[in-house]
């Protein structure tokens, strides 16, 4: 059964904090996303990667950054938390070809204070 | 750019049929799709449909395609309580990179 875990369901951390949230997919997929999901906004994409070690800027990259070091983990980092971050975040990953579809982790609710 | 406009909620009765609405600006999309979510869930492939397709059909699920006007709908008939969820619309635009777009999601609630 293909599965896209996120290391945490629900983090709160105080404003200025660092936050790391890790992705993991175990399907051996090139792609992978990171979203943000807000109310009335849907998903809207902050970075991807279509390989270890590539990344390009989504349409909402500002005070976020990425790191994919090994193809199954994507992490994305917020050097300093600020309160309207405070959102859910998804991961998800795809194969480079066929229907491309994009599967998804659970998300992770982050609530910065 | 590419843009994917949805209604924001929607409400029927259970044994309704309910019909999602999604309009989008991109015409060289290959797939467009349907997502689920459901409550504290990230999302599921509900359906897709293949570009030069017009329907599909599978199980309680239609999906209709009007390339010309750029609007997808997805019909669930005799919907249940269990269908109650978000639905996203999304396409896979011109970029050929894997990216999809997303629709803003449409809340279904069903009632008893």
């Known amino acids: 059964d293909v599965k896209v875990t996120q290391s945490s369901r629900y983090l709160v951390k105080r404003t200025g904090e660092k936050v790391f949230l890790e992705c993991v997919q175990d399907?051996?997929?090139?792609?992978m996303f990171w979203y943000r999901q807000d109310p009335g906004l849907g998903l809207r994409l902050i970075y991807f990667s279509y390989d270890v070690k590539m990344k390009e800027k989504g349409d909402i990259p500002e005070g976020y950054s990425v790191s994919r070091e090994k193809k199954e983990r994507f992490s994305l980092i917020l050097e300093s938390a600020s309160t309207n971050q405070t959102s859910m975040y998804l991961c998800a990953s795809s194969l480079p070809s066929g229907n491309n579809e994009q599967f998804f982790g659970p998300g992770t609710r982050l609530t910065v204070l | 750019g590419e843009d994917v406009e949805q209604s924001l909620f929607l409400s029927v009765r259970e044994g309704d049929s309910s019909v999602i609405n999604c309009t989008y600006t991109?015409?060289?999309?290959?797939?467009l799709y349907w997502y689920k979510q459901e409550p504290g869930a990230g999302l599921q492939l509900l359906t897709y449909?293949?570009?030069?397709?017009d329907m599909k059909q599978d199980q309680r699920l239609t999906v209709l395609l009007n390339k010309k006007d750029k609007h997808l709908s997805l019909r669930i008939a005799d919907t249940q309580t269990g269908d109650s969820a978000i639905y996203f619309c999304a396409e896979d635009g011109a970029s050929n990179t894997g990216k999809l777009i997303f629709g803003q999601g449409t809340t279904l609630q069903v009632k008893p």
């Open positions: 991109d015409s060289s999309s290959t797939y």
């Open positions: 399907m051996d997929h090139e792609n």
């Open positions: 449909i293949f570009s030069n397709m």
